[in-house]
């Protein structure tokens, strides 16, 4: 048996090993106290193994983690300590905060917390969601405001493109006089590209984000939220961002700051989908210029057929409505079928789109593009219309 063969089989077993290193030992015990079995307990039973109630017990222990796994598996052990050993209260420890690997589901749970946070934790707290935050906006940020700008118009050409509206076939026929016969290559000395329209894709449509903040909507709020605040801030759209469960939260005068938005929102509770399509109705003042985006698994805990009606008046009216059932980075979503059929029926396109997409979503949806043939482009199943006769 090779020697790492024989170390993996040692950690795998677990318990004091002498035959390990120091590393490989500090290693085990990590595992060791989240999965292994303890001592027997008063009754006779063997007691699974625990991190004790010491937050900087728990630091230590994450910090152990964290040094021997990369941060995928760090997440999955995460979520079991939380599971098994109820590490939710040691979440209200500063120190616990400080050593915790953040992800989305860590923000989801401590924005579920924070109301009976002490304000020194409170503050650790916001400083974890923020560094998460700070994460997705590099990630989401730039794409989502190329996407938005502006629309290449390819009827006019310009002498300094930027290097994606290059017209390389021009370019290089403009340059075939510049060929380097030693070099086998052209080096251009005039760039032919697509002038981007100065005018934006749209006067100032505006966009109206109406986001369900039940519990199982977790990483939809996180990701609507983030992108709202990237909108936000191009002058090329009015952003306003509602979230609701059984009561509704305007979100958009806090906008400018996403940590904030994540700390105005209140996951778990009801749901009442009509109650906050009516309020956002109420706020759309232009149709005709007016995107709808709510973002919900349509579970309706209200009256779900006057939020059918809504949802064909605003249609009607000419507002561009479009039904995420989640916008996060998991599989289909569960979502309410029969409801998600009936919306789609009255004309709105339904379906689930990750975060990667929804900047590209969006720019098709401010230029009024088919949506579902947008989706079909992108491979992504949108629900079908349920008929009259499907009903019954």
Not at 136 to 164: H, N, Q, W, Y
Not at 347 to 356: L, N, S, Y
Request: charged share 25%.
């Amino acid at each position: 048996m090779s020697d790492d063969r024989e170390r993996r089989w040692r950690l795998a077993l677990g318990g004091e090993d002498d035959a390990l290193s120091k590393d490989d030992q500090r290693l085990s015990g990590a595992l060791t106290s989240l999965y292994g079995e303890g001592d027997d307990g008063d009754d006779g039973k063997k007691r699974r193994g625990g991190l004790g109630g010491s937050a900087p017990h728990v630091a230590r222990w994450m910090g152990d983690i964290r040094a021997y796994f990369p941060s995928s598996v760090v997440q999955i052990v995460q979520k079991d300590a939380f599971e098994r050993l109820g590490l939710q209260r040691m979440l209200l420890e500063p120190e616990f905060l400080a050593a915790v690997e953040a992800d989305i589901n860590l923000v989801a749970t401590l924005i579920s917390l924070r109301n009976v946070m002490p304000d020194k934790t409170k503050d650790t707290a916001r400083q974890v969601i923020a560094k998460v935050v700070a994460q997705l906006m590099d990630r989401l940020e730039r794409k989502t405001a190329d996407a938005l700008r502006g629309a290449v118009d390819r009827s006019r050409r310009i002498s300094r493109p930027r290097f994606a509206d290059i017209d390389w076939p021009r370019t290089i026929r403009a340059n075939l006089r510049h060929y380097q016969v030693e070099h086998q290559s052209i080096v251009p000395e005039r760039l032919v590209g697509f002038a981007r329209e100065q005018r934006r894709i749209v006067d100032l449509d505006e966009v109206v984000l109406c986001v369900d903040q039940s519990g199982s909507m977790m990483a939809s709020v996180v990701y609507a939220s983030i992108f709202a605040a990237v909108m936000a801030s191009l002058p090329v759209v009015k952003t306003k961002l509602v979230c609701f469960d059984t009561v509704v939260v305007d979100l958009t005068e806090e906008l400018t700051d996403p940590v904030e938005v994540l700390f105005g929102v209140q996951l778990g509770g009801g749901t009442d989908i009509n109650q906050a399509v009516a309020y956002c109705a109420d706020k759309i003042e232009r149709p005709s210029k007016s995107h709808f985006i709510l973002i919900t698994d349509l579970y309706e805990g209200g009256n779900a057929e006057e939020l059918l009606t809504r949802v064909a008046r605003l249609i009607g009216m000419g507002v561009n409505v479009i039904v995420l059932l989640a916008l996060s980075d998991q599989g289909r979503p569960s979502y309410h079928p029969e409801l998600a059929a009936r919306v789609a029926a009255l004309g709105a396109p339904v379906f689930a789109c990750t975060p990667d997409q929804f900047p590209d979503l969006m720019a098709a949806a401010l230029k009024r593009e088919d949506i579902h043939a947008w989706a079909a482009k992108e491979d992504i199943k949108l629900v079908a219309k349920q008929t009259l006769s499907a009903r019954g």
